[in-house]
């Protein structure tokens, strides 16, 4: 097995929970917050959906689907146009909501769309592309995506987590 399709797999696995933890959840329960400040599944799910975009995007030298594909717009955010969520306040969390669990896995099915058509012409080379050199050491393209894969599944698991604590109150 490749290191690609190994990514690929891992990639999918984000997918398939998204979809698991908003499917037929209304906005009440996307959008509670179960205590002030902490963050709802909306934002969980949007988050880790941006990070997926503005990391992938600026690895492999693309535009974000946020922007390209109007998601922006759709979503109707009070943040700034690149906001990922990285370091939001209790106040910038509470500004993430949506009306449909289809907001959400719309947006991430898009950009998992865009992540995979990269994921896929991987060569075990591209790997070892220098994509950050903000950090000692400068951050690999394998770093890079083994990072947001950590991340994502991390935020989804919280998201999870939330709609059990929500179902079961």
Do not use: C
């Amino acid at each position: 097995m490749h290191a690609k399709d190994i990514l690929i797999d891992g990639y999918s696995r984000i997918q398939e929970e998204v979809h698991a933890a908003v499917e037929g959840l209304g906005p009440d329960d996307l959008n509670h917050q179960p205590a002030p400040g902490a963050n709802s599944i909306s934002w969980l799910i949007w988050h880790l959906t941006r990070v997926q975009d503005d990391h992938m995007a600026d690895a492999f030298g693309l535009d974000q689907v946020w922007l390209t594909q109007d998601w922006e717009k759709r979503f109707a955010l009070d943040l700034p146009t690149r906001d990922t969520g990285y370091g939001h306040s209790a106040a910038k969390v509470a500004k993430v909501r949506v009306d449909s669990a289809e907001l959400l896995t719309g947006y991430y099915d898009a950009v998992h769309a865009q992540s995979l058509g990269v994921l896929r012409e991987l060569a075990a080379k591209d790997l070892e592309r220098v994509v950050d050199e903000n950090w000692d050491p400068p951050v690999t393209l394998g770093v890079r995506l083994v990072s947001v894969l950590s991340d994502d599944l991390q935020h989804v698991g919280q998201a999870a987590y939330l709609r059990g604590l929500r179902q079961s109150a």
